[in-house]
């Protein structure tokens, strides 16, 4: 592999791969490495728009949310080699089987796929994730989780932390292209282009197959990348604003998944559901829900909504996570340690979130983009729940005091940095904008990667599921030949 550069100073190039990705985060170089290691005779290019650290291309990433207006999109979204792992946390977790699955209680829910399929690609998704693939089950033997008084509406569950982490520590891995840097290097069928931020997009004469696409670099540089098969991986969001941008009612009135295009955006809204205080005694039993290195990697322990309370009080999957105060945070506590609790939880995918292009242009010409994002009754019914069945369950299991708090809808939600659907998958371009294959309805060689095809979420941070999909992804582009 060789890494172009910004400095390279690539112009009006005419570039020919068998595969073209476009996007150089975890997900889009997860599935070039393993597509290229996996074809060593087929070329294979990554078109990324940022530079090797996050830099000017920044500027594209800015735009506003309407509704859950609470955070900076562009402090979200990084555009460099690595993309968005820049700044992330690392927490890791599998879908539950029950995510998958069609809700009657919670509208658009359900996979077009079976959870069985998906997890025949953990095992790769976790290697190339650094994170160990020795047990996922709830309650990890080595770690000697506090055992809980049976609760019908919470459950232990088992986290880990991938160490594809970007800072100074020296245990941590650095971000996707950091930690493969060497097995990047290595395939010689695949090279990386920095600073080629993907514009236009040229069919051909048959419409329904994609030819070749049109790069532009910061300074204003055209070049053209023809390929056969194109994955698309440009994070949740961009993926829908550059398909709105791609594809108008003018130059694709015939694509049957155009008014699917940018909608049922979903969010993990995470909020802070009451205070948790636990005497000397009790911390040494909590431990394990603040994190625990073993080994080269951390895990802990979180509070599951289990599936039968899913069911019986028809809720959004939720989980509550122990955020442990300073005595800054909370100088009411002397003795003892004190709690925050924080649920992250599920939404229900709904058309009228989505993406809105704007007339106003970005630096690379691309039209801005504003976000529309709202929590719907259901998804506040569903946390105040919990809100209010948190304190009785820390009461029963001897964990400390809680106090819960309810909140009126629009109160006190902040975002997870968590961004999902847009061009979600389905088994009908009237709800969705690709197959099971992640290919786009109505295309022969366009295919959508990351949180942009989940169809529902769950309440499992989204990172891991994103590379296990792509993985899934490169089986089936394996299987095409030619
Ligand atoms: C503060 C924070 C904490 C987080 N913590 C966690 C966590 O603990 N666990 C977890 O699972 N997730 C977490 N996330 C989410 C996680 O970072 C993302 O899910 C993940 O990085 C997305 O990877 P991606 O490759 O799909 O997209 P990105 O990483 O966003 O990569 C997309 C790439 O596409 C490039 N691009 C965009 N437009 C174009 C274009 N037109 N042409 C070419 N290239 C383009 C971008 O420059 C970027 O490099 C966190 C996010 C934030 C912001």
């Given amino acids: 592999m060789s890494i172009i550069k910004e400095d390279h100073k690539l112009t009006n190039e005419s570039i020919e791969a068998h595969l073209c990705v476009i996007g150089g985060g975890v997900t889009g170089l997860s599935i070039a490495l393993t597509y290229a290691q996996n074809n060593p005779d087929k070329k294979v290019v990554v078109l990324e728009s940022g530079f090797e650290k996050p830099g000017p291309s ?96 919470f459950e232990n569950c088992h986290y880990k932390l991938s160490p594809q982490i970007v800072s100074s520590h020296p245990v941590d891995f650095g971000h996707f292209g ?3 840097r060497e097995a990047l290097e290595k395939t010689k069928n695949l090279t990386i282009y920095l600073d080629q931020t993907v514009i236009n997009l040229e069919f051909s004469n048959l419409k329904s197959r994609l030819k070749t696409i049109q790069t532009r670099t910061l300074d204003n540089r055209l070049n053209y990348f023809t390929a056969n098969q194109f994955v698309v991986a440009t994070g949740a969001i961009e993926n829908g604003r550059l398909m709105k941008y791609w594809f108008s009612k003018e130059t694709a009135p015939n694509l049957p998944c155009y008014d699917s295009i940018g909608r049922y955006f979903m969010e993990h ?60 945070e909370d100088p009411k506590v002397v003795l003892g340690q004190s709690y925050k609790a924080i649920v992250l939880s599920e939404q229900e995918p709904i058309r009228e979130n989505k993406v809105e292009l704007l007339n106003e242009l970005d630096i690379y010409g691309i039209p801005k983009m504003e976000l529309h994002w709202k929590m719907t009754d259901h998804d506040y019914r569903s946390i105040n729940f919990i809100a209010k069945e948190f304190p009785k369950f820390v009461a029963v299991n ?14 006190n ?31 022969d060689n366009m295919y ?29 582009l394996n299987g095409l030949g030619g």
């Avoid at 599998?94 to 069609?102: M, S, T, V, W």
């Avoid at 001897?398 to 109160?411: I, N, T």
């Avoid at 968590?418 to 389905?426: E, I, V």
Wanted: glycine content about 10%; proline content about 3%; aromatic content about 10%.
């Fill in 58 to 153: 920044q500027q594209a990433a800015i735009a506003d949310i309407i509704g859950n207006d609470v955070y900076d999109l562009a402090a979200t979204r990084i555009r460099a080699f690595g993309g968005t792992q820049w700044v992330w946390g690392g927490n890791s977790r599998l879908f539950d089987r029950l995510d998958f699955q069609k809700r009657d209680w919670m509208e658009n829910s359900g996979w077009p796929i079976e959870y069985d399929d998906y997890l025949k690609y953990v095992t790769p998704a976790c290697k190339l994730m650094n994170i160990d693939d020795f047990d996922w089950s709830n309650i990890h033997p080595k770690l000697n989780y506090r055992k809980l008084i049976d609760s019908e509406i």
């Fill in 178 to 180: 950091q930690s493969h």
């Fill in 269 to 328: 809204p995470h909020r802070d559901i009451g205070h948790m205080y636990t005497s000397k005694a009790q911390i040494k039993s909590l431990k394990h829900y603040v994190g625990v290195r073993l080994g080269t990697a951390v895990h802990m322990a979180r509070f599951k909504v289990t599936d039968e309370a899913q069911r019986k009080y028809k809720l959004n999957g939720q989980t509550v996570v122990l955020s442990r105060q300073s005595k800054k």
């Fill in 398 to 411: 001897d964990l400390g005091r809680a106090r819960g708090y309810q909140r009126a809808p629009g109160r």
């Fill in 413 to 443: 939600t902040l975002g997870g940095h968590h961004h999902m659907g847009t061009t979600r998958m389905g088994a009908s371009p009237n709800n969705a904008v690709v197959d099971g294959n992640c290919k786009v309805f109505g295309l």
């Fill in 448 to 476: 959508m990667a990351g949180g942009s095809v989940f169809s529902t979420s769950g309440s499992v941070n989204p990172t891991l599921n994103m590379v296990i999909l792509g993985q899934r992804l490169v089986n089936h």
